[in-house]
């Protein structure tokens, strides 16, 4: 079975951006979002994005914005927000304790 490199979403949003001739500020301006969102889109660095659903949402607008597919980008978005997503343990049964004098001196100061 042989796999194709297919670039990201970003990478496809920002060569439809520059096949069209539109700067990132004018795909910023038109989208409503800063410059820098732009950017962290087409790096899909999530870190500077906002919660996932939003980011769907700004991918699907900047999709249409540059003639892409949106439901063709989807599948990538999807894919980097599953591995991007925290995952955390359940803290049932933890027990942070504190010792008797500890409790004594932090009474007075409270």
Same mark, same amino acid.
């Given at each position: ?5 297919? /670039?990201?979403f970003g990478a496809a ?7 069209r001739g539109l700067t990132? +500020? ?8 800063? &410059? ?6 087409? +790096?899909?660095?999530w870190s500077a994005l &906002?919660? /996932? ?9 900047? +999709? ?5 597919? /949106? ?17 955390? +343990? &359940? ?8 010792? &008797? ?6 009474? /007075?100061?409270?």
């Amino acid at each position: 079975m042989s796999q194709s490199f297919t /670039p990201g979403f970003g990478a496809a949003l920002a060569s439809a951006r520059e096949s069209r001739g539109l700067t990132i +500020a004018e795909v910023a301006e038109r989208l409503k979002l800063s &410059p820098r969102q732009i950017e962290a889109i087409e +790096a899909e660095d999530w870190s500077a994005l &906002p919660d /996932p659903v939003f980011v769907r949402g700004f991918v699907r607008n900047y +999709a249409r914005i540059v003639g892409v597919e /949106p439901e063709a980008l989807m599948p990538a978005v999807n894919s980097v927000e599953a591995v991007t997503q925290t995952i955390t +343990a &359940p803290s049932a049964g933890v027990r942070l304790g504190s010792s &008797p004098v500890a409790r004594w001196l932090l009474l /007075p100061l409270l």
